[in-house]
């Protein structure tokens, strides 16, 4: 019995280390497929599914008033990220990573959504949506550190942030609202589909050193996908 592939989301602040581990995954196990995330999509794909949004995105404006630009692409993002993940998990490959997935994307509508979204509708849509993703995603992997490790990170980095040139209490407040909606986001997915979430502090092992413990803990999930396979 054909498995379809482990599907694990690296979740955690700016300058945790997403990118790195997801680098280095892809390149110690070729059947991870690595790298996937909202923010690096075909352009094709999401004019497409803009349009095919047209009536939603047209009922939100009609009744808000507002042009929620930011939260419009969020919305059109993990709908053509679901998309492309469905393609993803039919190829020979034992683990999809997704450096920014649903949880992310999620989490960031929390954070930046403008207070005409904090409504049933919006809450209807969101909740589906979870719901949707709970049962593809089955491991998180949650990366962090200490803020001030953070901070650093963030401003050496040649990666543009909000919160790149701000005081250390601000980025500190800023990711201490992250880590909030990611934890009430992973409570609300554990909650629809019972999924696994395990946490790395970067700055007490490697990447390597995580990336050996990551690909270990994916080998005991696809073992015991396998045996379930044979004895279900």
């Known amino acids: 019995m054909k498995r379809r592939p482990l599907v694990v989301e690296l979740v955690g ?3 945790a280390g997403k990118s790195a581990l997801s680098r280095v995954l892809s390149q110690r196990d070729k059947t991870v497929r690595a790298g996937l995330s909202v923010w690096r999509l075909s352009w094709l794909f999401l004019v497409i599914n803009t349009f095919l949004l047209l009536p939603t995105l047209l009922r ?3 009744k ?3 042009f929620l630009g930011g939260e419009i692409k969020q919305i059109v993002r993990l709908r053509t990220l679901y998309q492309l993940l469905r393609r993803e998990t039919s190829r020979n490959c034992r683990a999809v990573i997704l450096e920014e997935g ?3 994307a999620l989490s960031w509508l929390q ?3 403008h207070e005409s979204l904090r409504s049933p509708d919006f809450e209807k849509w969101r909740r589906a949506v979870l719901s949707q993703w709970a049962r593809i995603v089955d491991v998180i992997i949650w990366l962090d550190t200490k803020d001030p490790i953070l901070a650093h990170r963030i401003r050496i980095r040649g990666q543009w942030h909000p919160v790149k040139d701000k005081t250390d209490q ?3 407040e800023f990711l201490e609202g992250y880590r909030a909606c990611f934890a009430q986001v992973i409570s609300q997915f554990t909650a629809e589909g019972g ?3 395990i946490k790395f502090d970067t700055h007490l092992g490697s990447v390597d050193q995580i990336a050996d413990e990551v690909l270990a803990i994916l080998e005991g999930e696809w073992g015991a996908c396998r045996r ?3 004895t279900g």
């Open 60 to 62: 939100l404006y009609r």
């Open 195 to 197: 999924l696994k979430t």
């Open 13 to 15: 602040p700016a300058g």
């Open 170 to 172: 601000t980025i500190y």
């Open 64 to 66: 808000y008033r507002w």
């Open 102 to 104: 649903p949880i992310f």
């Open 228 to 230: 379930f396979a044979k």
């Open 111 to 113: 954070v930046f959504a």
